[in-house]
């Protein structure tokens, strides 16, 4: 069991540090909001991957990796749904509060975390492939086995966010005291929904 676990893990957390959509959401949310916004981001994208592992336990993901039209209908949905959140950074106020106080609320921001996590179907895709390498008893309970490996990447992830989103904030508390800056994190996160939004659809 841990021959599988520790090159799982090592993997795991290779992919969590790489710069993909998830650790770019928590950087630029802690920078625009804080701490607390960028530890609610953090725990609705780990909570998503909840979601990627049962299908991948139940063998839901299989058919989506089947079928060509639905896994583009769920790109389409997961990139519309980013240049909608692009939009709305885009019409809101680019000020930024100075004592401190989030502009969006910690549930916003989860709900967030959670729908982009589950709306990108690489996940989901990638965990077909990855977790089926590393069952260490393919006869045994698998289901089981799958949920072992999905909390253990949802521990490290949430560990490496976490921390992102820790030195992150620090860097907040400097912004906050600069009113000219929340023009800048304003196209910053405009800028970073679309380029999502675009990797997700190519």
């Known amino acids: 069991m841990l021959l599988q676990l520790i090159p799982f893990l090592t993997a795991s957390i290779l992919l969590t540090l790489s710069p993909g959509p998830d650790i770019i959401y928590v950087l630029v949310q802690s920078i625009s909001n804080g701490k607390k916004a960028g530890i609610a981001t953090t725990l609705g994208l780990v909570s998503g991957i909840l979601i990627h592992t049962s299908l991948v336990a139940f063998g839901v993901s299989a058919v989506i990796k089947a079928s060509p039209i639905l896994f583009s209908l769920i790109k389409i949905f997961g990139a519309l749904y980013l240049f909608f ?28 975390g ?89």
């Open 85 to 112: 959140l692009a939009y709305k950074v885009f019409k809101s106020d680019s000020s930024i509060a100075i004592d401190g106080v989030p502009q969006k609320s910690s549930k916003n921001l989860f709900r967030q």
């Open 114 to 202: 959670f729908i982009m996590n589950v709306l990108n179907p690489k996940v989901t895709i990638f965990f077909l492939a990855f977790f089926p390498g590393f069952l260490w008893e393919p006869e045994g309970n698998t289901i089981l086995q799958f949920y072992i490996l999905g909390f253990l990447f949802i521990l490290q992830a949430l560990l490496i966010f976490g921390a992102v989103a820790l030195l992150a904030g620090k860097i907040s508390e400097y912004l906050m005291q600069h009113r000219r800056s929340g023009v800048f994190l304003k196209w910053i996160q405009v800028v970073v929904f679309v380029g999502i939004g675009i990797l997700i659809l190519i």
